[in-house]
């Protein structure tokens, strides 16, 4: 049975336009009717509108004439904290709920400059404090896989949306999980990158805990997204000139990995230490 459209992943999906049997105008169609039918019980997105049909037709153009580029007609879920020129910028709050962001976040210009299409903004907790995503001003964001339970935060918008097929790609960002927790939770595959790897903007950019990031329901769509948000940018003076991109096909033979099952005097179900 071959995979519905919603769930390809960037990596087939660019395949798929490369040798004409998809385009970026379809697939976008096929997500917003997957959006209509179970985007009001998952809530993991906000109900602002994004321009489409100018990036849209830009894709196709370039797919025509051999120029598309690194995310070419992708469409990619923007978590609602990392800022877009002219929307809403509300941090998740009430407080908020009517300011408009003056300045895009950088990743989100690399992510236009290399063809990825801002598709849809997702929801967070409030100033994403929270490893959960619920709040007044959105309401309780849920797992697609049962609404019964939490998608995690704060990156929580995100990770839903992905698991739910609204988008291949997405972006966290991440201080003690906020990508990593729905990631979990979700059924999908976060980076937290090292810090400077990605630019980000003050005064969170001196954070040396706190990065943004890719997530993605692959490990290799991860890659795809972290190679194209890596490196520097003038407004970010501890952002890396050229960081080493990420090979997801590299080879581990040989390699070993440390897992720590517990941290510190935290506690843990007996059911997810029995998965571990």
């Given at each position: 049975m071959p995979t519905p459209a919603h769930y390809l992943t960037a990596s087939a999906v660019l395949d798929g336009y490369r040798d004409g049997s998809l385009t970026p105008a379809t697939l976008v169609q096929e997500l917003l009717a997957r959006i209509a039918d179970i985007g009001e019980t998952v809530n993991c997105l906000t109900p602002e509108t994004l321009p489409l049909q100018e990036a849209l037709a830009e894709a196709e153009r370039r797919y025509a004439d051999g120029t598309a580029r690194a995310l070419e007609g992708l469409p990619v879920i923007i978590k609602e904290e990392q800022p877009i020129a002219g929307l809403p910028a509300t941090e998740g709050s009430p407080l908020f709920a009517h300011h408009i962001a003056e300045e895009t976040h950088p990743l989100v210009t690399r992510i236009i400059e290399a063809g990825g299409i801002p598709f849809q903004r997702s929801t967070t907790p409030e100033f994403c404090i929270a490893a959960y995503t619920?709040?007044?001003?959105?309401?309780?964001?849920?797992?697609?896989?049962?609404?019964?339970?939490?998608?995690?935060?704060?990156?929580?918008?995100?990770?839903?949306?992905?698991?739910?097929?609204?988008?291949?790609?997405?972006?966290?960002?991440?201080?003690?999980?906020?990508?990593?927790?729905?990631?979990?939770?979700?059924?999908?595959?976060?980076?937290?990158?090292?810090?400077?790897?990605?630019?980000?903007?003050?005064?969170?950019?001196?954070?040396?805990?706190?990065?943004?990031?890719?997530?993605?329901?692959?490990?290799?769509?991860?890659?795809?997204?972290?190679?194209?948000?890596?490196?520097?940018?003038?407004?970010?003076?501890?952002?890396?000139?050229?960081?080493?991109?990420?090979?997801?096909?590299?080879?581990?033979?040989?390699?070993?990995?440390?897992?720590?099952?517990?941290?510190?005097?935290?506690?843990?179900?007996?059911?997810?230490?029995?998965?571990?």
């Open positions: 619920r709040g007044a001003l959105w309401g309780i964001t849920r797992n697609p896989w049962n609404p019964l339970y939490t998608p995690g935060g704060s990156s929580g918008g995100s990770g839903a949306a992905l698991a739910a097929g609204f988008a291949p790609l997405a972006t966290g960002s991440d201080i003690g999980g906020s990508t990593r927790i729905p990631s979990s939770f979700n059924g999908v595959v976060g980076y937290k990158p090292p810090y400077g790897r990605n630019a980000a903007m003050a005064p969170y950019n001196l954070d040396t805990y706190c990065t943004d990031g890719p997530m993605a329901r692959t490990v290799a769509d991860v890659a795809l997204l972290q190679n194209v948000m890596a490196g520097q940018v003038a407004s970010d003076p501890v952002s890396l000139p050229a960081p080493a991109p990420l090979e997801p096909n590299a080879d581990l033979h040989g390699k070993t990995v440390g897992l720590a099952v517990g941290i510190g005097d935290y506690g843990f179900e007996q059911e997810v230490l029995d998965a571990v």
